[in-house]
């Protein structure tokens, strides 16, 4: 089995906020997501949100402060913590959920389910 280059991965597909599967583990998917601009105020009501910075600077927005985040820095929002992800420029980030967690906290509004 060889291993999964992020960086080919994240070149493979275009647009933001789309994330795309890259692996399993233990029942969780390991995705990457090109982000720019401003997502959704959200939470998960049963799972953590693990964000992990391959390229560029991220904010995760809450309610009672900002998390600003570089390449190689990784933040948890704990579930149920309303948060809303940011990046003025094009970022690369590496998301753990376990599969089929909606990433709007929505399943309504939710990207759809990729893999590359």
Not at 38 to 56: I, N, P, Q, S, Y
Not at 70 to 76: E, H, N, Y
Request: hydrophobic fraction near 45%.
């Amino acid at each position: 089995m060889p291993a999964i280059h992020l960086a080919d991965k994240l070149a493979a597909f275009e647009g933001f906020w789309q994330p795309r599967v890259v692996g399993q583990f233990n029942g969780h998917d390991l995705m990457v997501v090109k982000v720019r601009g401003e997502f959704v105020w959200h939470r998960h009501a049963d799972t953590d949100d693990f964000f992990l910075v391959l390229k560029g600077h991220v904010t995760i927005r809450l309610r009672d402060g900002d998390v600003r985040m570089g390449p190689g820095d990784l933040f948890v929002v704990p579930r149920g913590v309303e948060h809303c992800p940011v990046a003025e420029e094009e970022a690369h980030l590496l998301l753990i959920e376990p599969t089929g967690t909606p990433n709007t906290g929505d399943v309504a509004t939710a990207a759809p389910r990729r893999v590359l």
